[in-house]
């Protein structure tokens, strides 16, 4: 802690042997810019960001927004029924028992895999080459193979699991200093 700071303005985390691994200041998130709502979108399931675009999950399709003019520039007809993520290349987006592997360009689903919770996944992130899947009521964040689905590692936790694990918008990734992407 640096001088002045109050010990509330810190999260710390555990490991198994209840030694302390990570701490880091805590401050109020500055929301940058707001989006919506837009037509025919009753909610949002899913948030990434591609380097140019943000591509957010709206039921049956999946949408690219123009970050700086706020305007939807195009839909793809796709199962988007929880969370997105980009892996620098393509979009994976989750659609009920599975997730699918889907080009950006052409809105091809070029594979699916198995989604480790069956239908109760709530979000998804793209890190270190792996898929991470968050799985709101069971408490539970997988690191998944992306090619075949299998899970690497699951990190359980005492809380639910909002959305992506990791990310910076609700339900998705969106990296940089947007904290609202939606």
């Known amino acids: 802690m640096e001088n002045g700071d109050s010990p509330c303005d810190f999260a710390t985390a555990f490991n198994e042997d209840e030694q302390q691994v990570r701490s880091m200041k805590q401050s109020a998130a500055e929301i940058l810019r707001e ?3 837009f037509p025919g979108v009753d909610h949002v399931h899913g948030v990434t960001y ?7 999950a709206a039921g049956e399709k999946l949408n690219a927004l123009d970050p700086a003019s706020g305007k939807l520039l195009r839909s793809i007809e796709v199962a988007a029924h929880a969370g997105t993520a980009f892996d620098g290349q393509h979009l994976f987006q989750i659609a009920e028992d599975r997730i699918q592997k889907i080009d950006p360009k052409t809105g091809r689903v ?36 992306p090619e075949t689905g299998a899970i690497l590692r699951t990190i359980e936790t005492n809380r639910f699991v909002p959305g992506s694990p990791g990310s910076t918008a609700s339900s998705g990734t969106a990296p940089g200093k947007a904290t609202r992407a939606i």
Do not use: C
Not at 50 to 56: E, I, K, T
Not at 126 to 131: S, V
């Open 35 to 37: 989006y919506g709502p």
């Open 50 to 56: 591609d380097g140019q675009h943000v591509w957010f």
């Open 110 to 145: 070029l594979a699916t895999i198995p989604a480790p919770g069956g239908g109760g996944d709530s979000g998804l992130a793209w890190a270190e080459g792996t898929l991470w899947v968050a799985q709101y009521r069971d408490r539970k964040i997988h690191q998944i193979d």
